[in-house]
């Protein structure tokens, strides 16, 4: 399952001297490293989705509701969903009616590197909204270089079909043009126990298609870029296993259309002033239909939702000395949901992001800092004596940050940051008035934690260990767990949650002549306690699916131009509910997978540059019964083929 | 959940060695349950046992049921996976009510679509029956009848289906001697509360999902009455919007609890006669301007409300007192205290001498276990005990 990253290391491709690095950013070094990064090479690499990449990560938890086309969602160090930002080239990808970002809509395909930063990440000309979510997942296209294709089937034992193409064109000598295309069918159908017997999951089917365009420029000193990106997809939702007699589980569909258009101009006006432009306006619409004319047990819904964003982003960077640079980011963002939900208030909020963010570098010393202003006007029709009127509320915060970098001897280095940030309830938490006129506080973020990094390189040999402990605060914690169905929620203000833990990642690498093998070992110790309500009965307990002992193991082995990885990772066990009772307990699993894969390099000189890749990934090898979500059961031991060919 | 887990892995480890069948340990014997001591000596003396359904979460498939036992005051959780320990799926998915009858437990599980029978005395599964979406249970001799939101889309031979977009539910007739329905009629928007009196079924209409729906976006406010020797509906009274329990004192008033539309109508309790539906009276008085109801209970001729002062301040603590309306008598009480927690489901009993307790199930974060406390009328300053129950503790029914 969790491959790509050993298989980057594997069958890395040299590197690109126009990697997008080079031609973008201003020249620069980090204060706090990257958590992980991952670096995705499209071109000799099985793609997978990025929820596959981040689940490895040390301190990440993916919340997976099963199936090509379950909800996937990343929790990072226990400060819940809504805090982890997904960055798509710098921009976020979010969704104001429920702060959910399905990570099963993104595939890993014209993707540069995936990256998680616990810490905040430093580099410069970033918008504000980087700098003001808790942890980020920074998602960066890689640029084509030169004109070429790739074709690619992939498909597996649980019904799967994934076709996809795509086509780098060089329309002149500073302008490229990339375009993809992927459809997704999955029958999700697969066996799973189901208290005294073994069922098989119905309803879990979806259909997809992602187009996409994306325009790749230079002009003298800065580059520009613009996508264009339509998803649509239709589905199932299984719904949570529960006693039923003969009535089915679900019924229910969801239609997505998903339309967006983002870009970026960064210019280097001067080597002391560059400026970053961004833009995106977003269009997603969702059907949602719990057809009762099949299921008796269903509630009669049948609901449309439509939520556009507009988005604009100037980020300025001055360098006052030279080790020192100052910049100054201004994000202003609309959004607006409308719905035929009953009682529905049609909520809009004009979001205004400021930054002001410093950095001081040397080579073996460096510090940054940043200070945030958020504030977000919401307008919304609200219920008074007599009748509906339109309302304003204003919520506005601070949030600080402090980073640190030192590294007293080659092999060694260490940062440590401590950071505050704050997250605007979403629509549905204030406004869904299904879930009873919610009227949740604001949820406060305290971050702090530490990165000691060394490295050795004997020989052959490159050993890495990372620990990074951490401790972080949620005040006024919202709390999202399913209900009836993915669509719906129950919110809960858990209140304030301490969390104390670390991570650590050791890894080895070895490589002589054609041989090659790598080790790595990640384990994450979570203590996320519920500290609300002192003398309540869940006062001190662990909050609920967050296992206090995870971890994984990777090991590869490549030769020439093929490879085997073997991935095995272990979730503790973790309660569904705030009271750590043993009617709550989710007992531990671990599962493994394994993948080959070969490359197929054409020869002669008119095929140059061609190649077949094939691959072959068994998941969830030992056929072990899971369920990450209380009654979502995960798939059984499966297969997926997958054959790539470029030019 | 863990259970359901572990016999997912048990089911399969038991299948790898010798596919050996699962059978069942000897069921534990009712009498030897035991749980948590309380106090029940003021409790009356014909009373056996008081059995709390607590919801559980919806999806979560987390119903229970407990009861306090008179004899010894043991509070039991989860008697039904207890004393049914072949019922790997547990009781089900969000237990809407419960009722006695004839020494026996009538649980309608909505979310798992099915009323379950079990033995008073012992909690053994005697029956499963199922109704699509059910929520609300009443008995004549013959028939129980049963409150279900499903209505036009299923019948209920076979479950047949049809479409519309805003449909009616319909009161499903469970024949009581061979526990398989019999027949359905049509009713409002989203019944769910009903009661028998005198040859008829009244039954509470909320529209609770038709409120949702365009092009009307309106609850129901009507209460569906039906004669039981034609099973059709004789008439419908109108009352408030968003109804919720209904009663009958025996006496020829029927009591309706309405949970209001959440901004500009309240809660409250009304009450008509079964003789003369046509004038339906609010039950208020100058002295108590904000009688609204969270949770009800009907004891002989009264019925207790627990109601909060504000209701739509939906950011602040809320302040629970308890009041009473008798209709023989005209008369409105109010218990003046503070009852803290969220109140979700009560009971109230009577003594010989008229000293009456009060059990009220807290639904504390509606996530979590919630409490059953336990006060005495008269003296609602202190609770006499509390116990951790299930999650949302919200049906009580007494067993004498």
Known sequence: MILAAAIAFFLQAPPDTLAPAAVYAVKELPVVRATETVQVDTLVQTPRAVADLLRVFTGVQVKDYGGAGGLKTVNVRSLGSEHVGIFLDGIQVDNAQNMQVDLGRFSTDGLGSVSLYNGQKTSRLQTAKEYASGAAVHLESAVPVTSGGRVRLRGGTLGSVNPSVLWDQRLSGRLMLRTSADFLYSAGRYKYPCFDTTLVRENGDIRSLRLEAQLFGRVQGGAWQVRVYGYGSERGFPGPVIRRLSFPFSAERQADQDLFVQGGWTQEWTGRYSTAIRFKYANNYTHYNTHPEKNPMALPYNLHYRQQSGYFSLAQSFVLAGPCSLDLSTDVQRSALDSDVGQFVTPRRTTFTGALATRVVWSRFRAAAHLVYEGAWDHFASPQAGGWSRTNTYRDSWMPSLSLFWAPLPWLEADAFVKRSYRLPSFNDLYYSLMGNANLVPEAALQVGADVRLAFHPGVWELDLRVSPYYNRVSNKIVAIPTLSQFRWTMLNVGLVDITGADVKASAAWHSGPWRASGTLRYSFQQALDHSTPGSQTWGNQIPYIPCHSGSVSLGLGWKDLAFTWDSSFTGGRWSRTANTPDYYLVPWSLSSATAQYILRFPGRAAAGRSLLLGVTIDNVFNTPYQIVQGYPMPGLNAQLSATFRW | ?400
């Open chain 2, 1 to 400: 959940m863990k259970k359901a887990l572990l016999l997912f892995t048990f089911g399969v480890l038991s299948v790898v060695a010798c596919r050996k069948t699962f059978v069942p340990g000897t069921p534990t014997k009712d009498a030897s349950l035991e749980g948590e001591s309380v106090s029940v000596a003021e409790f009356p003396a014909d009373v056996k046992k008081i059995f709390v359904l607590n919801e559980g979460q919806m999806g979560a498939n987390n119903a229970t049921l407990d009861f306090l036992r008179r004899s010894d005051g043991q509070y039991i959780t989860g008697a039904f996976k207890k004393m049914n320990p072949s019922a790997a799926a547990g009781l089900g998915d969000v237990g809407n009510d419960i009722a006695i009858h004839d020494d026996n437990v009538w649980m309608v599980i909505n979310n798992s679509g099915l009323v379950e029978v079990v033995s008073a005395a012992d909690e053994t599964e005697l029956a499963t029956i199922e109704i699509p979406t059910p929520r609300a249970i009443a008995f004549d001799d013959k028939y129980a009848y049963v409150t279900s939101w499903a209505g036009a889309f299923a019948t209920y031979e076979g479950y047949e289906v049809t479409d519309s977009a805003n449909p009616k539910g319909c009161v499903y007739r469970i024949d009581l001697n061979t526990y398989k329905t019999a027949g359905t009629v049509e009713v409002g928007y989203q019944p769910e509360g009903i009661a028998y009196y005198g040859g008829k079924l009244y039954v509470a209409n909320s529209g609770g999902i038709s409120s949702q729906l365009p092009p009307l976006y309106a609850y129901d406010n009507t209460v569906s009455v039906i004669d039981t020797k034609t099973f059709a509906v004789t008439r419908t009274v109108e009352v408030q919007v968003n109804l919720k329990n209904v009663y009958a004192d025996g006496k020829g008033h029927i009591f309706v609890s309405t949970l209001g539309n959440y901004f500009d109508v309240h809660s409250g309790l009304y009450v008509f006669l079964a003789d003369a539906p046509d004038q339906v009276t609010h039950v208020t008085r100058d002295f108590l301007k904000h009688t609204h109801v969270s949770c009800s209970f009907a004891l002989g001729d009264e019925v207790y409300c627990i109601g909060t002062e504000n209701e739509f301040a939906f950011n602040e603590k809320h302040v629970y007192t308890l009041w009473s309306y008798n209709a023989v008598k005209n008369k409105l009480s109010l218990y003046p205290v503070d009852l803290g927690g969220v109140p979700y489901g009560m009971a109230v009993l009577e003594d010989s001498i008229g000293l009456h307790t009060l059990l009220v199930g807290d639904a504390g974060d509606y996530f979590n276990p919630g409490t059953v406390t336990c006060y005495r009328l008269y003296d609602l300053q202190d609770k006499v005990w509390s116990v951790t129950a299930g999650v949302c503790p919200g049906h009580f029914a007494v067993w004498k």
